[in-house]
Nanobody, 126 residues
Framework: VQLQASGGGLVQAGGSLRVSCAGS????????VGWFRQTPGKERDFVAAINWRGGSTNYADSAKGRFSISRDNAKNTVYLQMNSLKPEDTAVYYC????????????????????WGQGTLVTVSS
């Protein structure tokens, strides 16, 4: 599975942004896909994940109520809609795929995902 994240940019606090993860390969549409984020000098943190059908999702506490993950398997794309953005959401956002298609409530660690995109930078100004 190959992944490419896009859609990052600069947004003011309180604004919205949608990042996308385009996947390729036979197994992408059956993979659990997650979003993680990382700031310099810190570990990569889980943000959200979605199962292959899109019917099961999981969110980090910091994302609940503000972020929404979805997917369009016809387009081989997973989205992360981010609303009410805060300066602390500033990070490089990475998408990742778990070809085993595990329950997103369980697949929330970096080691659970075998394929990674290159990341897209989201900057939230105060």
């Amino acid at each position: 599975v190959q992944l490419q994240a896009s859609g990052g940019g600069l947004v003011q606090a309180g604004g919205s942004l949608r990042v996308s993860c385009a996947g390729s390969g036979r197994t992408f549409s059956h993979s659990t896909v997650g979003w993680f984020r990382q700031t310099p000098g810190k570990e990569r943190d889980f943000v959200a994940a979605i199962n292959w059908r899109g019917g099961s999702t999981n969110y980090a506490d910091s994302a609940k109520g503000r972020f929404s993950i979805s997917r369009d398997n016809a387009k081989n794309t997973v989205y992360l809609q981010m609303n009410s953005l805060k300066p602390e959401d500033t990070a490089v956002y990475y998408c990742a795929a778990d070809r085993r298609g595990r329950d997103p409530r369980l697949a929330k660690y970096v080691s659970d995902f075998g394929s990674w995109g290159q990341g897209t930078l989201v900057t939230v100004s105060s």
